[in-house]
C-alpha cells in the first residue's frame, strides 16, 4: 500500500480550523498499520508506504482518517473501505477515494450461524398453529470494541401487524467467536382447524410472507452509553416455503438507520495506491518442470535464451519479474550465479551499443539486472543496514538538531556555519560507520559485487576506476543513499519522517552518495552552489581512500565469512503484551506490556525502549515457537515462546500481522537448535490441566506436532513454491507477448532481414534457442492452467454456498458462482 494524502478535510470547530491527523489501515477492523500524525492541515501529506502478508481471511480493507485533539482523545473523521473483490479494480494505480461517514451501525464484520424450523404444532383443543424454532449456535470473527468483546444475540420476529419481541441469548464474555447454541420460539400463525394442511394455505397467508427473523449481535458494555451494535442479520419468512428447516453461515450486515445526512463529498479524499496479488499454491510436483527450467537459467548459453531473462523482457516493468526470481534464486542458493550471468551479458552489450565505451553506462539503468541486486540487497541486507545506520538514523530522528545549508531556507534565529557543523559532523559519523562495515557486509552481496568487479575490469581494462564505479554505484547508489533518504522504506524508522528531519537526511544521503561514487570533479556534481560550498570539506583524499578500502574488501572474493563476527544483530522489537511466567511461587500471573526485543542472540524484554532487559532468553533456549489458542486466555493474537523445563512465555501481539511476523522470525533464528521440540501444547496450562489434552501434569509431553519452519539456511519468508507460482501467473498474463516473442523468433532465424517494429522491443541474441525455451515455458504455463482450472472446478462443485466458508451474502462468492457457471455453460 501507499498511502498519499488526504485533501480538503472538514475544518476543525476551534479557531485556528486545523487538525492533527493521522490514518490507520485495517483488515474488516483490525488495525494493521498507522501513519505518523501530520500536524496542523486540512490537507495532511503522509507519503507512506506498508507491505504485509494477509494472515487471515477478511471482507473489507479499510482506512480511517483520525483527529488528535487537545485532549488526546482521538476522533475518526472518515474512512474509506473497499471490498475484497474490488481490490483489482485499484490495482497497482494512484485514486483518489472519498471518505464516508463512520458510525456505529456501519462498522461490521463476522459471521453467524443459524439453523430455522418452522412446524405445525396441534394445541389441546385439536387446532393446528404454526411455529418457528430459532436457532443461534454460533458467531466467528466479531470485532473487538475498546479492546475486548463480550458478545449476546437478539432474534425478533417482525411483522407489519405483530409487536415485536426481542429474545436474548446469554452474554459471552471475552471472545469474538461465541458459541450460544440457544433456541427460541415464535408463534407464526393464529390457531385454524386441522384439515388445512399446508403451512401457509391459511388465511394470513399474505402477512407470513411479510414477517421476517432478525437476528441482531451486541457487545455487553460497562459504560453508561448502552450496548455496542456489533451486526444484523434480516431473513423473510418467505424462504421457507419450498423447506420446513433452513441452516446456514450468513455474513452480518450494517444497519440502515437512513443516516444519509452527511453529502459523501464533505468529509474530502484519500490518496491511495494499492497492490493486491492472491495466488492458489500447490504442492511442489506440480511446479517441478517451470522451477527447473527456471533455476537452469544461469546456465543457458547465451542467457537471454534462459526462462528468467524471458520473464525480465516480457513484464511490463522489470521490478514485477526481479522480485518473484530473486525470492527463487536465494531459496535453491542459485542467486550469485544468475545475476553473474546476466551481468555479464549486461556489460557485452552495452560495449556493443556505445562505442566509446564508457564504463560509467553500465547497470545505471533499469535492467534486469540492476532490479535483481537492488532486490537481492534488500533482501540479504535489511539485518546490514539495521546494523550499520540504524543507531545514528535514530538519533538524528530524535535530537533534531538544525542541520540546513542553503541560505534561503534558513529559520530565523539559526546560524549558517552551525548547522554546517552540525550537519558535516552527521556525514562524518555515518561515512565512518560505513566504510568500517565492509567486514558486516552479507556473503551473499560480497560474491555478487566480486562477481561486478571481474566483468567490468575484463571489458574495460584501459579504466582503473571501472572496478569500483562498478561496485559503488550499487551499495552507495542503490543502497546506503535510499536506506538514509527513506529509513521507513528500509525498516530502519517505523514512519517516513517529519519535514526538518526529512530535509537533514536528504543533505545526508546527496552528500553520501558523491563520497561514494568516486567521481572525479566532485563539486561539479551538486546543482546547487551551497551543496558545492559544503562538499569542500570532504575533498580530502582520506574519503577517497576509504572509498576504495571499502569497495576493495566488499568485493574481494577470500573475504571473512559473516557468520564468524560476534556482533549482535537487531532482528526485531517492538511492544507487546506478556503474562507473567511464574517464577515467583506467590506471585500474580498478570499481563503487562513491554518492549521486546530480538537479535541474533537472544530474546528479551523490558518496561520500556532502552531499559535494562527484566529477561533474557538465549536463542538456544527457545525449543518452539507457536500460536496459542485464543480460548487460553480469551485473547486474539497471541502465541508462545517454550523453554526448557516446559517454561513458556505467552505473549499478545497488537494484531494479526505483527503476531505472524514475530512467529515467522523468532521460528527462523531458533530453527537450528538442537534441542527443538516436536510436539507442544496449543493451549494453555490452567487450573491444573491443560486446556487442550485435558492432561494434569504440567510437564505432559505436547498433544499436537509442532509447525516447525524452513530450513536453516533459506532466508526469511521465502516460500520457492509460491515464488514459482507467482511467476507462472506472470507468464500466463503475459502470454500474448511470449507468443509474439516466440514468432519474432521464428522470422529471425528464417529471415535475418530488418525487424517489424513489434518485435524489435525483445532482445533476441540465439533465435533458435529462446524458442525452444519459449516452447517450454508455454507447456509448463499450459500445464499448470489447466491444474488451475481443474482445481476450481471440483471447487465449485464441493463447495456449498451458506457454508461456512462461503456464508449467504459472500459477493466474491457469488462473482465466482456466475463466472464458473458461465464457463460450463461455454464449454456445453
Given at each position: 500500500?501507499?498511502?498519499?494524502?488526504?485533501?480538503?478535510?472538514?475544518?476543525?470547530?476551534?479557531?485556528?480550523?486545523?487538525?492533527?491527523?493521522?490514518?490507520?489501515?485495517?483488515?474488516?477492523?483490525?488495525?494493521?498499520?498507522?501513519?505518523?500524525?501530520?500536524?496542523?492541515?486540512?490537507?495532511?501529506?503522509?507519503?507512506?508506504?506498508?507491505?504485509?502478508?494477509?494472515?487471515?481471511?477478511?471482507?473489507?480493507?479499510?482506512?480511517?482518517?483520525?483527529?488528535?485533539?487537545?485532549?488526546?482523545?482521538?476522533?475518526?473523521?472518515?474512512?474509506?473501505?473497499?471490498?475484497?473483490?474490488?481490490?483489482?479494480?485499484?490495482?497497482?494505480?494512484?485514486?483518489?477515494?472519498?471518505?464516508?461517514?463512520?458510525?456505529?451501525?456501519?462498522?461490521?464484520?463476522?459471521?453467524?450461524?443459524?439453523?430455522?424450523?418452522?412446524?405445525?404444532?396441534?394445541?389441546?383443543?385439536?387446532?393446528?398453529?404454526?411455529?418457528?424454532?430459532?436457532?443461534?449456535?454460533?458467531?466467528?470473527?466479531?470485532?473487538?470494541?475498546?479492546?475486548q468483546c463480550d458478545p449476546y444475540a437478539t432474534v425478533t420476529l417482525a411483522g407489519p401487524s405483530r409487536q415485536s419481541e426481542a429474545k436474548k441469548t446469554k452474554v459471552k464474555k471475552k471472545t469474538n467467536n461465541p458459541h450460544f447454541d440457544e433456541v427460541f420460539y415464535f408463534e407464526v400463525t393464529r390457531p385454524s382447524s386441522y384439515n388445512k394442511k399446508s403451512h401457509f394455505d391459511i388465511e394470513d397467508v399474505d402477512e407470513v410472507d411479510k414477517m421476517e427473523i432478525r437476528v441482531d449481535l451486541w457487545n455487553a458494555s460497562n459504560l453508561k452509553f448502552g450496548d455496542e451494535f456489533l451486526g444484523e442479520l434480516r431473513l423473510p419468512l418467505k424462504f421457507l416455503r419450498q423447506s420446513s428447516s433452513y441452516e446456514a453461515w450468513y455474513f452480518l450486515q450494517p444497519r440502515d438507520n437512513g443516516n444519509k445526512s452527511l453529502k459523501p463529498d464533505d468529509l474530502g479524499s484519500l490518496r491511495l495506491n494499492v497492490v493486491y496479488t492472491e495466488d492458489h499454491v500447490f504442492s511442489s510436483d506440480y511446479y517441478s518442470p517451470l522451477r527447473d527450467l527456471l533455476l537452469k537459467s544461469a546456465d543457458v548459453e547465451p542467457v537471454s535464451a534462459s526462462a528468467a531473462h524471458i520473464l525480465g523482457e516480457v513484464c511490463r516493468e522489470k521490478q514485477e519479474a526481479a522480485i518473484p526470481l530473486v525470492r527463487l534464486f536465494l531459496h535453491y542458493g542459485r542467486v550469485v550465479p544468475f545475476i553473474s550471468a546476466i551481468a555479464n551479458a549486461e556489460v557485452k552489450r552495452t560495449q556493443k551499443l556505445f562505442t566509446s565505451r564508457d564504463p560509467n553506462t553500465i547497470f545505471r539503468g533499469n535492467s534486469l539486472t540492476s532490479k535483481c541486486i537492488d532486490e537481492t540487497m534488500k533482501l540479504a541486507g535489511m539485518h546490514y543496514l539495521q546494523v550499520t545506520l540504524k543507531p545514528i538514523i535514530d538519533e538524528i530522528c530524535q535530537v533534531h538538531k538544525p542541520c540546513e545549508i542553503d541560505p534561503v531556507k534558513l529559520k530565523d534565529g539559526e546560524n549558517l556555519e552551525n548547522n554546517r557543523e552540525n550537519l558535516r559532523q552527521y556525514v562524518d559519523r555515518i561515512f565512518t560507520v560505513i566504510t568500517k562495515s565492509g567486514v558486516s557486509c552479507p556473503t551473499v552481496m560480497c560474491d555478487i559485487f566480486f562477481s561486478l568487479r571481474e566483468s567490468a575490469a575484463k571489458r574495460f581494462q584501459g579504466d582503473l576506476d571501472v572496478r569500483y564505479t562498478a561496485v559503488s554505484s550499487f551499495i552507495f547508489l542503490r543502497f546506503f543513499a535510499p536506506a538514509?533518504?527513506?529509513?521507513?522504506?528500509?525498516?530502519?524508522?517505523?514512519?517516513?519522517?517529519?519535514?526538518?528531519?526529512?530535509?537533514?537526511?536528504?543533505?545526508i544521503s546527496k552528500t553520501i552518495q558523491t563520497l561514494g561514487s568516486l567521481s572525479k570533479s566532485k563539486s561539479g556534481n551538486f546543482k546547487e552552489s551551497y551543496m558545492a560550498t559544503f562538499y569542500d570539506y570532504f575533498n580530502e583524499q582520506k574519503y577517497a581512500d576509504a572509498v576504495k578500502n571499502f569497495l576493495d574488501l566488499i568485493s574481494s572474493s577470500g573475504r571473512r565469512d559473516h557468520k564468524s563476527i560476534e556482533q549482535p544483530i537487531l532482528l526485531k522489537e517492538g511492544f507487546m503484551i506478556k503474562r507473567a511466567q511464574g517464577r515467583k511461587r506467590f506471585g500474580m500471573k498478570n499481563f503487562k506490556k513491554r518492549w521486546f526485543r530480538l537479535t541474533n542472540h537472544e530474546f528479551t524484554y523490558q518496561k520500556s525502549k532502552g531499559d535494562h532487559p527484566l529477561c533474557s532468553i538465549p536463542i538456544e533456549n527457545i525449543l518452539a515457537v507457536e500460536r496459542l489458542e485464543e480460548e487460553s486466555f480469551k485473547m486474539k493474537n497471541m502465541f508462545q515462546v517454550i523453554q526448557p523445563e516446559r517454561r513458556v512465555l505467552y505473549i499478545q501481539a497488537n494484531n494479526c500481522v505483527e503476531a505472524k511476523d514475530w512467529i515467522d522470525i523468532l521460528t527462523k533464528v531458533s530453527q537450528c537448535n538442537k534441542k527443538r521440540l516436536t510436539v507442544y501444547h496449543p493451549s494453555a496450562y490452567l487450573n491444573g490441566h491443560w486446556l487442550c489434552c485435558k492432561a494434569t501434569a504440567d510437564n505432559t509431553p505436547g498433544c499436537t506436532p509442532c509447525t516447525g519452519g524452513l530450513p536453516a539456511n533459506i532466508p526469511l519468508d521465502i516460500d520457492g513454491d509460491r515464488e514459482t507460482e507467482r511467476i507462472y501467473s506472470l507468464f500466463n498474463l503475459y502470454m500474448p507477448k511470449l507468443e509474439k516473442m516466440q514468432e519474432a523468433c521464428g522470422s529471425k532465424s528464417v529471415y535475418d532481414g530488418p525487424e517489424e517494429e513489434e518485435y524489435s522491443t525483445f532482445i533476441i541474441d540465439d533465435p533458435k534457442e529462446t524458442y525452444k525455451t519459449l516452447k517450454l515455458i508455454i507447456e509448463g504455463v499450459g500445464t499448470l492452467e489447466q491444474e488451475h482450472a481443474q482445481y476450481k472446478r471440483d471447487k465449485f462443485k464441493k463447495t456449498k454456498y451458506g457454508s461456512q466458508e462461503h456464508p449467504i451474502g459472500d459477493k466474491s462468492f457469488q462473482t465466482y458462482i456466475r463466472q464458473q457457471s458461465e464457463i460450463s455453460a461455454h464449454s456445453i
Open positions: 500500500l501507499s498511502l498519499g494524502e488526504a485533501k480538503n478535510l472538514p475544518t476543525y470547530p476551534g479557531p485556528n480550523k486545523m487538525r492533527d491527523c493521522y490514518c490507520t489501515v485495517n483488515l474488516d477492523q483490525e488495525e494493521v498499520f498507522r501513519t505518523k500524525i501530520v500536524e496542523k492541515s486540512l490537507c495532511p501529506f503522509y507519503g507512506e508506504d506498508f507491505y504485509c502478508e494477509i494472515p487471515r481471511t477478511f471482507r473489507h480493507l479499510s482506512f480511517y482518517i483520525f483527529d488528535r485533539d487537545v485532549f488526546r482523545r482521538d476522533s475518526i473523521i472518515g474512512k474509506v473501505a473497499i471490498q475484497k473483490e474490488d481490490l483489482q479494480k485499484y490495482h497497482n494505480r494512484d485514486t483518489w477515494f472519498q471518505l464516508q461517514h463512520v458510525d456505529a451501525d456501519s462498522e461490521v464484520q463476522g459471521k453467524v450461524h443459524l439453523e430455522l424450523r418452522l412446524s405445525e404444532v396441534i394445541t389441546d383443543t385439536g387446532v393446528v398453529c404454526h411455529k418457528l424454532a430459532t436457532r443461534v449456535l454460533e458467531c466467528q470473527g466479531l470485532p473487538i470494541v475498546n479492546g538514509i533518504l527513506s529509513p521507513n522504506l528500509f525498516q530502519l524508522t517505523p514512519h517516513h519522517p517529519d519535514p526538518q528531519t526529512s530535509r537533514t537526511l536528504t543533505l
